[in-house]
Each structure stands twice: as structure tokens, then as C-alpha cells.
């Protein structure tokens, strides 16, 4: 079973600048793609970036393109979420998912806010 830990939130004000991390257990996380995805209140879950095994990246959110970027470190199970130019339409909390073939995990979530 894999495990997966977000962390890195917290309250920010608009322009700022968060790092998301998530780390999982597990000792094949090199081979599993990983996407962060955010749902705000009201809205329904989106994805807004993804990183393959191969390290090929993806931001699928066109509100955020140009100000997210996604990046993994293998040697310690953990994939980032860099945000900058935070704007308060990114309050959210943000996921990250685990997967490959048939495996498909969750974790938590970690709160975003961002003040105007």
C-alpha cells in the first residue's frame, strides 16, 4: 500500500510564492506518474499539473500556466508543486495522485489560501 503525504500550504498573500510537497512511501515510486490536482469550495476537483516517470512535466491548468511548475526528486519519493504569483483564485486544496496502470492513490490534501 502506498502512502501519500502533502504538506507545504498555509496562508499567503496574493504575489507570494508556495512550495507543495508530497511524499509517498513505498519503494517503486520511480516508476509512477504523479499530478497535483486542487479543488476550490463550490468547484469541482481539477487537475493542474502532472509529471510522468520519465520526468516528462504537464500543466493542464491554463490558469496557472506560466506561474506553476511541477518537478519530483526520486531519491527522496517526494514530487513539488512550485507556485508563484499566488493570485486569490488559487485558493484551493491541493492533491497529489500516485499512478500507474491499475494503482491509483490519494493523498489528503493540503489547504491553499491565498488573500487578496
Known amino acids: 500500500q502506498v502512502q501519500l503525504v502533502e504538506s507545504g500550504g498555509g496562508l499567503v498573500q496574493a504575489g507570494g510564492s508556495l512550495r507543495l510537497s508530497c511524499a509517498a512511501s513505498?519503494?517503486?515510486?520511480?516508476?509512477?506518474?504523479v499530478g497535483w490536482f486542487r479543488q476550490a469550495p463550490g468547484k469541482e476537483r481539477e487537475s493542474v499539473a502532472r509529471?510522468?516517470?520519465?520526468?516528462?512535466?504537464?500543466i493542464d491548468a491554463d490558469s496557472v500556466k506560466c506561474r506553476f511548475t511541477i518537478s519530483r526528486e526520486n531519491a527522496k519519493n517526494t514530487v513539488y508543486l512550485h507556485m508563484n504569483s499566488l493570485k486569490p483564485e488559487d485558493t484551493a486544496v491541493y492533491y497529489c495522485?500516485?499512478?500507474?496502470?491499475?494503482?491509483?492513490?490519494w493523498g489528503q490534501g493540503t489547504r491553499v489560501t491565498v488573500s487578496s
Open positions: 509529471i510522468s516517470w520519465t520526468g516528462a512535466t504537464t
Open positions: 513505498g519503494r517503486t515510486f520511480s516508476r509512477y506518474s
Open positions: 495522485r500516485l499512478y500507474r496502470g491499475a494503482d491509483d492513490y
